[in-house]
């Protein structure tokens, strides 16, 4: 990942935002949504690697592999509501971006229920 490439990016993103939103001010909202996408699939390019690597560890201590999946799974909603809250609010709408939010906390607590149901099956255990 080339930081200096994803900053240069979003400086440039927002003069090019300020400058269309004093001029046409429909088309401001466009700019940072494009270069937040680019910057988000930047990010997620050079994540690539430490997922297998993750992978790896995981496989290496005997870990289950849905565990992790879960953990990624809840990762990339987390990444994404925040984009998509963050574009929201630049565009003036915090109500919207709220409803975001929370249906984002939503999907986390919807991806997470396998890792409810086996922690409940191991208290059980301990239990009986």
Do not use: W
């Not at 993103?13 to 466009?30: D, M, P, T």
């Not at 494009?34 to 997922?51: D, N, Q």
């Not at 849905?66 to 963050?86: F, N, P, S």
């Amino acid at each position: 990942m080339n930081i200096a490439a994803i900053v240069g990016l979003g400086i440039t993103a927002a003069a090019i935002s300020a400058v269309l939103k004093r001029f046409h001010g429909e088309f401001g909202l466009f700019v940072p949504i494009a270069a937040s996408l680019l910057i988000l699939m930047a990010v997620l390019g050079s994540l690539s690697p430490l997922i297998g690597l993750i992978n790896e560890l995981a496989q290496q201590a005997d870990t289950d592999t849905a565990y992790i999946a879960i953990l990624m799974k809840a990762l990339a909603v987390c990444l994404i509501t925040q984009l998509a809250a963050e574009s929201c609010r630049d565009s003036g709408e915090g109500a919207i971006a709220s409803k975001i939010e929370l249906a984002g906390k939503a999907a986390v607590l919807l991806i997470s229920v396998p890792l409810f149901e086996s922690i409940l099956g191991i208290v059980k255990e301990l239990i009986l």
